[in-house]
């Protein structure tokens, strides 16, 4: 039986085409976080609203008395406004060391030293967390526009309501977006998960706190607009249709969430290198 | 880029890494100034005092820091055009304590590989061959996390060696290792570069071991290149070196030794070390203690050593 030699042996395999590296990141990193139990526990539950809207439909469809239950463009739009909750408390556990932790290991000259671009390596952190929290938007208000579909029986529900698809899709990459990019740019603006963490926290719920006290003490809807998370709600209002009580502030808000989208990719822009210059 | 049997890897040039006045500042400070030098194949030494840029040269090779000025080959491929296909085929060791949080040390390597472009099945059994090699093959289901700094700087090199690269850069790979495990990381350099055929730059500032691990040396000093080439060739070039004790006035007697055009090299109370050219004599030691009347108390004829060659680059008391 031959000795195995376990010292040095040039590699003589396949090497990969070069721009696959986001999802390697990206696969990793879920694979990570799904070995957490806390973080699937919470991933089940925020699938607890689908059950929940699943019954009414099921109920909506099948019963004569319960035909108030019925599904509505609302029911989806309600659907993904109560997901909010859930999409915080994800991009909390699951985002906030994205690039924090990196910073905090040194790991980001490691990631650049390999044939990757920045590029990639925020690509890849920002998939990581995207695909948690299309998981519990867009994934699951599909899944109940399917479950509308067979318990009804007809399309007659699709015809009717031709732009729910596009709307619910637009609305969620819109929740996710917001969300993705504005964690892991306060990830990237720190090397601690928790201070990351408590930046977002505090982000959400003061800017939330402050405008509405501040339109309280004016009387100005305007105030809406230092609020991300609330500039968004009228935008997806928008988007459902639904004439929005602040209608005259849609392209002002449009311009906002815009805004604080480029704010982040520039933060990231700044940050995310494998050499900080202290000029 | 596929490679399927490692045929097509580029043939070795003779020089794999060549910088034409290279600048690189950060802001205002010139880091690198006008820095043109070669690196042949082999193991090559990059010397130099903390601050002298051996860092800043070593991230710009890899495409990490952009130069304000000059030009860069490394593998024959242009670092500014092209920095993706120069890290495919190099390797970095950070001097700082650098890995992915929360890996395995065989998940963190097989990553770094996969990274690398290696197809995820043979990443992970590379993972596996080069930790033995390195030396944690018994500790390679541990978290980086709970690694000793020796072993922390092991699993550094075993991310830098799982794609296989033509050129490694390592930086400081010694620091913080007790003497065995810097001695076995040392032994490990040197068989890369002779037995691997791997070319590698060691960026250290301690010269034992550039000296041990490397064939030639590049000084770095103040962002400038201070001296460069094979070690056995910058020593013979030092002349003879003489260790020389002597009781008086001391500075009087080292001024009047730099006056005669020679180096010396010590501190008061200590052994000097002067560097005497092939073309003079070692009596004109003899003849200058008596014109300034001290006593010769010990002289004796010493092998220059990496450290004379610093010194004399660097052109500082050592």
Redesign the interface.
């Known amino acids: 039986m031959p000795i195995r030699d ?13 721009g696959r ?1 986001w999802w ?2 990206a696969r ?1 990193g879920i694979i ?1 976080r799904l070995h957490r139990r806390r973080f699937l526990a919470l991933l089940l539950f925020a699938w607890s609203p689908f059950v929940v809207h699943a019954v009414q439909l099921y109920l909506g469809a099948t019963i004569v008395r319960a035909a108030f239950l019925a599904a509505t463009e609302d029911t989806f739009h309600t659907f993904l406004t109560q997901q909010r909750l859930f999409v915080f408390f994800i991009t909390i556990y699951a985002g906030a ?1 994205l690039i924090a ?2 910073r ?4 980001l ?9 920045r590029h990639d390596y925020i690509g890849g952190k920002m998939l990581t967390l995207a695909i948690f929290l299309v998981a519990v938007t867009w994934v699951p208000a599909m899944m109940l526009l399917l479950l509308q579909f067979l318990f009804s029986g007809s399309l007659e529900f699709f015809l009717s309501h031709p732009r729910l698809v596009p709307a619910i899709t637009l609305a969620s990459m819109l929740q996710v977006a917001l969300a993705v990019m504005t964690m892991v740019a306060l990830s990237s603006l720190s090397r601690s998960r928790r201070f990351a963490a408590m930046l977002y926290a505090g982000l959400v719920i003061f800017a939330a706190a402050l405008e509405r006290v501040l339109e309280t003490a004016t009387g100005s809807p305007a105030w809406i607009l230092i609020s991300p998370q609330n500039t968004l709600l009228l935008v997806t209002d928008a988007i459902f249709g639904e004439p929005p009580e602040k209608a005259a502030l849609l392209a002002l808000a449009v311009a906002a969430l815009a805004g604080v989208l480029a704010a982040c990719a520039l933060v990231l822009e700044r940050r995310v ?3 900080d ?3 | 880029m596929t490679r399927s049997d490692g045929s097509d890897r580029v043939d070795r040039v003779d020089a794999p890494v060549v910088l034409e006045h290279v600048t690189v500042k950060y802001g205002r400070h010139e880091a690198l100034r006008d820095v043109s030098v070669e690196f042949p194949n082999g193991a090559i030494g990059l010397l130099g005092p903390n601050g002298a840029g051996k860092s800043t040269l070593i991230k710009t090779l890899l495409g990490l820091l952009p130069p304000a000025n000059g030009r860069m080959r490394v593998l024959g491929c242009d670092v500014n055009e092209s920095p993706l296909a120069v890290r495919a085929r190099v390797g970095y060791v950070p001097e700082s304590d650098a890995h992915i949080p929360g890996m395995t040390a065989v998940s963190f390597v097989a990553y770094c590989g996969e990274l690398a472009g290696l197809p995820r099945a043979n990443a992970m059994q590379r993972a596996h061959e080069v930790l033995f090699y390195v030396g944690l093959g018994e500790a390679r289901y541990r978290n980086v996390e709970t690694y000793s700094t020796g072993m922390k700087q092991r699993i550094k090199l075993a991310q830098a060696l799982v794609h296989d690269p033509e050129l490694l850069f390592l930086d400081e790979p010694t620091n913080g290792m007790d003497p065995k495990g810097r001695d076995e990381m040392l032994a490990l350099v040197r068989d890369i570069a002779t037995t691997k055929g791997i070319t590698l730059i060691l960026s250290s500032h301690l010269l034992p071991d550039v000296e041990f691990a490397c064939d030639h040396v590049v000084v770095l000093h103040k962002g400038a290149v201070a001296a460069q080439g094979p070690i056995a060739a910058l020593k013979r070039a030092s002349g003879r070196v003489f260790e020389l004790r002597v009781k008086g006035d001391e500075p009087r007697f080292a001024e009047a030794v730099r006056a005669e055009g020679l180096e010396c090299h010590g501190e008061a109370g200590d052994v000097m070390r002067v560097y005497v050219p092939e073309d003079r004599s070692s009596q004109l030691l003899f003849q200058l203690a008596a014109r300034h009347d001290v006593q010769v108390r010990h002289l004796r004829a010493s092998v220059p050593s990496l450290e004379d060659v610093f010194a004399r680059a660097l052109g500082e008391e050592a």
């Not at chain 1, 010292?7 to 003589?12: F, L």
């Open positions: 376990q010292g040095y042996q040039r590699y003589r395999g396949d090497r990969m085409q070069r590296a390697v990141i990793t990570e060391g932790s990196d905090q290991s040194n790991a000259q490691i990631y650049l030293s390999k044939p990757i671009t290198r494998a050499v210059v202290v000029a």
